[in-house]
């Protein structure tokens, strides 16, 4: 079975979304949190299989990034810190998104995806229309702007140009409309919204109890930057890497599991030399290592795309960013992101803590805080981004199917074995020592309920690549199963030592 990246299935739909939602749902990959007291925005469960599909995706980069690599070794950091350790990186203070409150609805939205614009009809403003940005933005304020040409009484298109809300000047915020209500001048003016979600530790309720649960894994990292050089024989350049949870409270979440208020991140910070000469060549190194890995794990190579920030969108200590972006059904949007961070970090934390975090390179003999490459990317973001290039549809005899093309690799289940019938004794007991032999060393799944045609569509849905039937001629002729291709649907008898090796060399990575 060949890595499944489907480059020839069309870019994907708004409709594909409802169908992915759905399908989570049916079988189990992700549930809304607390469902049955109505749910709470921004959090999400992950089902029996979502937890799989997670895990999997989790294993591969660690695998790949820590493992499989000798200048990267792993870490895993508290998830609340020192409230100083965010007052030293700067997102007490600056860790912030505009923030716009509808005054008649009580919505509040991001400014900077909140989109408006004039329609003038030769040269004469008629009104002004608001959209939320998504894929179709454009059409729903085109759609919007000829209802408000009829409702002036003039003929013909009126003419648009969308901008961000924060944008607009103060003239403006009187003219432009909800995009909850349509009533305008109901929009405040954007103002600075603090994403970090604060809590309390020990038992006093004043500020001196004060904390915050991390809203990033990368600071936990250059903390124990020095930890880590003092305990391990790591040299330059080398890297830190670490999975956790991080927690950002959202203005608005959106777009199902793309945009929630805790999330988990797999971040890596690759420590430098310094030196404007040096860099460049890491940075492009690292690109090209997360654009391998994303396709290597069965991401669809044609919705993989790449954004270089300008200089007047990079952060003022980053000398670059690029980002790895991905066609999702609501539009392009950011997957992986690559930046070069500098030594800010580490002399942030150095001026705060008031402790030396320099590193003594032994080919120069000299101390210096060395500079960073930073790959990070969200878990929830690539999951979401293997649902979108795994789901396919096709026809087998004429009956419409289902699928979910995962890479093997990440795959819930590898294998699902099925005894023909559940009633022959003969064949249940060989069913299930393959079973038992198989699960020692891949996740698979027994299933003896139903025809077996419709136990293949549901392991074909929840992406299962292969699955093997015990039938009358494993017991009586010839000691072989069906062995059953995911994708092709074609299937091979093959003996049970035969079977074993290609599974073998199918599944192991």
């Known amino acids: 079975m060949s890595s499944p990246s489907n480059t020839d299935s069309p870019k994907p739909s708004p409709e594909l979304m409802q169908e992915l939602v759905a399908l989570c749902k049916r079988r189990g990959f992700i549930f809304q949190s607390s469902e049955i007291y109505g749910g709470i925005n921004g959090f ?5 299989l979502g937890a799989e599909l997670k895990k999997n995706i989790k294993d591969a ?6 493992h499989r690599r000798e200048d990267i070794v792993g870490l895993d950091s508290a998830i609340v810190q020192h409230p100083k350790v965010w007052k030293s990186s700067g997102h007490l203070d600056g860790f912030s998104d505009p923030m716009v409150d509808c005054k008649a609805s009580k919505l509040r939205y991001r400014a900077d995806q909140l989109y408006y614009s004039a329609v003038t009809v030769e040269g004469e403003t008629v009104g002004y229309v ?4 998504d894929a179709t933005m454009q059409d729903q304020a085109q759609k919007a702007a000829q209802k408000l040409v009829k409702k002036s009484g003039k003929s013909g298109t009126g003419t648009i140009n969308l901008k961000k809300y924060t944008e607009a000047n103060a003239e403006e915020y009187a003219l432009i409309p909800s995009p909850a209500t349509g009533e305008a001048g109901s929009l405040t003016p954007p103002r600075e919204f603090n994403l970090m979600f604060k809590t309390q530790v ?5 500020a001196s109890g004060d904390a915050y649960l991390r809203p990033e894994t990368a600071q936990g990292i250059f903390i124990n930057f020095k930890n880590v050089t003092d305990s391990s024989r790591v040299k330059l350049p080398f890297g830190i890497a670490q999975i956790g949870k991080a927690f950002r409270n959202e203005i608005t979440p959106r ?3 793309f945009r929630s208020r805790e999330f988990e991140q797999m971040e890596m910070e690759y420590f430098i030399p310094p030196g404007e000469d040096v860099w460049p060549s890491y940075h492009k190194e690292w690109i090209e290592w997360c654009r391998n890995w994303l396709i290597s794990i069965g991401l669809r190579k044609d919705l993989i795309g790449e954004e270089v920030h300008g ?9 670059a960013c690029t980002d790895l972006t991905f066609h999702f059904p609501f539009g392009e949007q950011e997957l992986w992101g690559i930046a070069v961070r500098g030594n800010f970090d580490l002399t942030q934390h150095q001026g705060g803590s008031g402790k030396s975090l320099e590193y003594f390179d032994e080919a120069v003999k000299e101390k210096y805080l060395p500079h960073v490459i930073e790959p990070a990317v969200g878990v929830d973001r690539i999951f979401l981004a293997t649902l979108v290039s795994a789901y396919a549809e096709d026809e ?5 199917r289902n699928l979910l093309k995962f890479h093997p690799r990440l795959a819930p289940y590898k294998v699902a074995v099925f005894p023909l019938v559940k009633n022959k004794e003969e064949i249940v007991a060989k069913s299930r020592e393959i079973f038992d032999h198989l699960s020692k060393r891949y996740h698979c799944f027994y299933d003896a309920a139903g025809a077996v045609g419709r136990r293949y569509r549901r392991m074909d849905e929840i992406g299962t690549p292969y699955c093997i039937t015990v039938d009358f001629d494993t017991i009586e002729k010839d000691q072989k199963v069906t062995l059953r291709d995911r994708d092709s649907a074609t299937q091979e008898r093959l003996s049970l030592d035969e079977l074993y090796k290609k599974l073998e060399d199918k599944l192991l990575f």
Do not use: R
Request: charged fraction near 25%.
């Open 44 to 48: 999400f469960d992950f089902g029996p």
């Open 61 to 66: 980069w660690w695998q790949d990034m820590v």
């Open 130 to 133: 608001s959209v939320l940005e």
């Open 202 to 206: 020990g038992a006093m309720s004043d």
């Open 255 to 257: 777009n199902y599991i």
């Open 311 to 319: 200089k007047n969108d990079l952060a003022h200590y980053s000398k």
């Open 396 to 400: 087998i005899g004429g009956e419409k």
